[in-house]
């Protein structure tokens, strides 16, 4: 990881929520452990599309680490960034916009990703700040949705080099994936624990 993400680790997502697991996974996720699957189910099901691995944050993680590793992680990041807006007032979607706008829409932000035309010919023109919070809504939306083939591309190259043994940190999949569930240790809570060592394991990497 090098040091322009891991500050976006620690500052973007980091300024989110006080456990940086949780706001990685996105803020809509909060309720995660209810839709945690069987152990029994094939473990690479989790890996089929993003909107699965949202519910499960050990494994967005590895994931996420093998796009850093791999690939440019501006789509992935711009993409779980954007599901924040989904719970935000009118007063914090104003502010965050400009967030993420500096992060990943201005042509000199560390972490620029591909706009849609509409969007990038309205930013020329319109202040970040000055667009009213629903257009601002919009534009993340559709910002999103254009890096969801990337972010798919990234999921199928994990998934293939997965069966081949060629992706990181197997062995906290693997700790979680084998855990037996009690009401000492619910699953839930070992699922975070796991994901908070790995983040912090990431981190260290910059």
Not at 18 to 31: C, K, L, Q, T, V
Not at 53 to 59: A, D, E, G
Not at 140 to 152: G, H, I, K, P, Y
């Amino acid at each position: 990881m090098d040091h322009e993400d891991a500050h976006f680790w620690q500052g973007e997502f980091g300024a989110q929520c006080s456990n940086p697991a949780m706001s990685i996974i996105g803020a809509e996720d909060e309720d995660f452990e209810n839709d945690l699957n069987d152990v029994t189910e094939d473990q690479c099901t989790h890996f089929n599309n993003i909107d699965l691995l949202k519910s499960r944050p050990t494994h967005l993680l590895v994931f996420m680490q093998h796009v850093i590793l791999q690939f440019e992680p501006a789509p992935l990041l711009c993409y779980l960034h954007a599901d924040l807006f989904k719970n935000l007032s009118a007063k914090e979607t104003k502010k965050q916009f400009v967030e993420f706008y500096n992060t990943f829409l201005d042509k000199g932000a560390i972490l620029r990703v591909a706009l849609p035309p509409n969007v990038a010919h309205e930013l020329e023109r319109t202040r970040a700040d000055l667009l009213h919070e629903d257009t601002q809504r919009r534009y993340v939306q559709e910002v999103q949705s254009l890096q969801a083939a990337e972010v798919a591309k990234q999921l199928e190259d994990f998934r293939q080099k997965r069966m081949m043994g060629m992706t990181p940190s197997e062995a906290d999949l693997s700790d979680v994936e084998s855990h037996n569930s009690t009401n000492r240790i619910p699953r839930e809570m070992k699922e975070r624990s796991v994901a908070e060592n790995l983040l912090d394991k990431m981190s260290e990497t910059q």
